[in-house]
């Protein structure tokens, strides 16, 4: 006998109409396995329907927030080693790439000839610079000096701020917010 | 259920961390209980429903607001405890505890019939851990949060099909499970409907 038809009715949602309701009873009097189902079914029902909510022990919002708190600073940690890392090893890659690249271009005789000529170089630069600026100054009004190094000052001080306003919002933050 | 005001949500998503305390109140006992129905261990439901809270926390932004705050939230938790069982592949209900937990409080005005209650609900709690995770999810949505078929595919991340054929096995799976542990009930209803000649 193919039970699979009455299966479906007895386990279904829906309800039935009067002709299937005679044709599954006809055949719940004839068929012992299909009325065990029925029998089983009806009582696990019965105990889903009246199943209630499990609630949690008192003060869960609490621990979530303690909970939360935890997961937030391991996560900032987390982010802010990230970033070291990925930054220290994106640097030492580059170094590395350009010190093969530099070795790989230059033979060692013409390495130790290009570093004396650019030392010479900087020293020589640098003299002039020195000389040309307090001769700028000189010639310019009383008051130019002063204002240049408010200038060059005032620029530190911007680069200075924000450069702790971001280890502030690492620290607070983290490197992303609110993302996985 | 409680149905959360997408204004709540909007605060929360903009960072308001009050806002989003506000839903963990009014979520706790759904999603509580989604993991204890799922993991049957308090101590387990209690730490799966505060991760299911923390990674709805992280995923605000990637919330959709055209669904129901409820049903994501809820979504999270249950393939949450789905992955957890997959992971440990162990015996599901620590019954000692379970047992406990439901145990009915003898102040009660009527303590047999609270007694009672217990012990269905803890029979109830070992056919449902009889299941597949996802089949007793889907009969977790269906009976709990009367999920149509439509919303547990949604949920679930299944087709409707797929969903109809779930809760057709988990009942047939939770009527066999329930006969083989009491086979008094089946002798009883055979009896009832014998000829009275036999």
């Not at chain 1, 630069?125 to 009004?141: C, E, G």
């Not at chain 2, 145990?103 to 609900?121: F, G, H, I, Y």
């Not at chain 2, 078929?149 to 779930?166: G, H, M, N, P, T």
């Amino acid at each position: 006998m193919n039970h699979q038809f009455y299966e479906d009715w007895i386990l279904s949602d829906q309800k039935l109409n009067m002709a299937e309701k005679k044709l599954l009873s006809e055949h719940l009097d004839s068929c012992e396995q299909c009325q065990n189902l029925k029998t089983g079914w009806v009582k696990v029902e019965s105990a889903l329907q009246s199943a209630k909510y499990v609630t949690p022990a008192p003060g869960f919002v609490t621990r979530f927030q303690t909970f939360q708190q935890t997961q937030t600073a391991f996560a900032h940690r987390k982010q802010a080693i990230q970033s070291l890392i990925v930054t220290g090893v994106s640097m030492i890659t580059i170094l590395v790439a350009f010190t093969i690249w530099f070795f790989l271009s230059y033979s060692p005789a013409n390495i130790i000839v290009n570093l004396v000529a650019i030392a010479t170089g900087v020293i020589r630069t640098a003299t002039l610079f020195k000389t040309d600026l307090v001769l700028f100054l000189r010639s310019s009004s009383a008051s130019f000096p002063f204002l240049f190094i408010v200038n060059i000052v005032g620029w530190a001080a911007i680069f200075l701020i924000l450069w702790l306003l971001t280890i502030w919002r690492f620290t607070q933050h983290g490197v992303k917010n609110n993302e996985n | 259920m409680i149905a959360i005001a997408p204004e709540l949500v909007r605060q929360a998503q903009k960072g308001d961390e009050n806002a989003y305390t506000q839903i963990v109140e009014s979520l706790q006992s759904p999603v509580f209980n989604l993991c204890f129905r799922m993991l049957s261990n308090s101590k387990e439901a209690e730490d799966a429903a505060q991760e299911t809270f923390w990674r709805a926390y992280k995923g605000l932004n990637r919330y959709d607001s055209s669904r129901s705050f409820e049903t994501w939230i809820l979504a999270i938790a249950a393939h949450h405890c789905i992955d957890l069982q997959r992971r440990r592949k162990l015996p599901l209900i620590d019954i000692d505890t379970f047992m406990e937990e439901t145990e009915p409080d003898r102040n009660t005005p009527n303590p047999e019939s609270a007694l009672l209650e217990s012990e269905s609900q803890s029979q109830l709690q070992l056919m449902l851990s009889s299941l597949p995770d996802l089949d007793r999810a889907t009969l977790i949505f269906r009976y709990w949060y009367e999920y149509s078929e439509e919303e547990i595919s949604q949920s679930l991340d299944i087709s409707v099909s797929a969903v109809k054929s779930r809760l057709h096995r988990a009942r047939r799976k939770m009527a066999n499970v329930y006969l083989a542990n009491n086979p008094g009930d089946q002798k009883a209803e055979r009896m009832r409907n014998e000829s009275p000649v036999l």
